[in-house]
């Protein structure tokens, strides 16, 4: 993750759309009180459950939706689907920030599978919050380090015997071919939560072709984001559970 517990300095020349789709009350006039005061997001909506979220969505096109996993009517993971999986003819697609009350929750999981762009703890401090928003809006993915091991390791726990997810590694596997040697080891280490830096120092590389290399990966497998390589690297079986 790139932003979260800095100082969080807006970027120039950009305003970022925000949705925030809660089923609690107290907690969207919240969130759109502390965000609407910042100069470079723009909170153009609000919507109390997923149904009434993505109908929001449709009409207002926003950058970002900030989106509660649990909620009436529909919930956060289905609304999240139907946004970043849009039927013929809805060609908006949103980046998706889910919001939870855990650490590490199995709704986030499959919500990050769908393409969200990461997730929020609803308790964490403002700062976190503003620059969730904008890293998202930026295109990277909210996953800290420590975060996306912990994101492994829940997920290797609650994985481990069950098979392939979905029947998806073969195809998985067969996309995985489609890299270079160099490109499967910046994957791997993306997706054991290392950031650029840390990729950089271990591969003796410079930064900026570790980002090089991460681009045409995402671009090769068709990923959004790191959120998605985790994933994609465990189905594909280039990281199994118990790896360390």
């Given amino acids: 993750m790139n932003g979260i517990g800095t100082s969080g300095v807006p970027p120039t020349g950009r305003v970022t759309r925000l949705v925030i789709v809660d089923d609690q009350a107290m907690v969207r006039a919240g969130f759109a009180a502390l965000l609407a005061a910042q100069s470079d997001i723009d909170v153009v909506g609000e919507a109390p459950d997923g149904a009434a979220g993505v109908e929001l969505c449709r009409r207002v ?12 009517r529909l919930d ?3 609304a999240a689907e139907r946004l970043l999986d849009p039927p013929p003819g809805v060609t908006h ?14 709704y986030v999981y499959e919500a990050l599978r769908l393409g969200a762009s990461g997730f929020l703890l609803k308790d964490a401090p403002p700062a976190d919050l503003i620059a969730a928003v904008r890293v998202v809006a930026e295109g990277e993915a909210l996953l800290a380090p420590s975060v996306t091991r ?16 979905r029947g ?3 195809a998985s596997g067969l996309r995985l071919k489609t890299l270079t040697e160099r490109e499967t080891e910046v994957l791997e280490l993306v997706a054991r939560g290392r950031s650029n830096t840390e990729i950089a120092e271990i591969l003796v ?18 990923l959004r984001d790191r959120a998605q390589a985790v994933v994609f690297a ?8 118990g790896d360390h």
């Fill in 76 to 78: 956060g993971l289905e």
């Fill in 93 to 106: 697609r949103p980046k998706v920030l889910m919001l939870t009350t855990f650490d590490v929750d199995d």
């Fill in 168 to 170: 998806q590694a073969p």
């Fill in 234 to 241: 465990y189905e594909s079986g280039l990281v199994a559970p």
């Fill in 205 to 222: 590389l410079a930064e900026q072709t570790v980002k090089t290399h991460v681009s045409r990966v995402f671009a090769k497998l068709g």
């Fill in 61 to 72: 096109h926003p950058d970002v939706v900030l989106m509660d996993v649990r909620m009436p």
């Fill in 150 to 165: 912990r994101l492994i390791a829940e997920f290797a726990r609650q994985r481990a015997g069950n098979g392939p997810l």
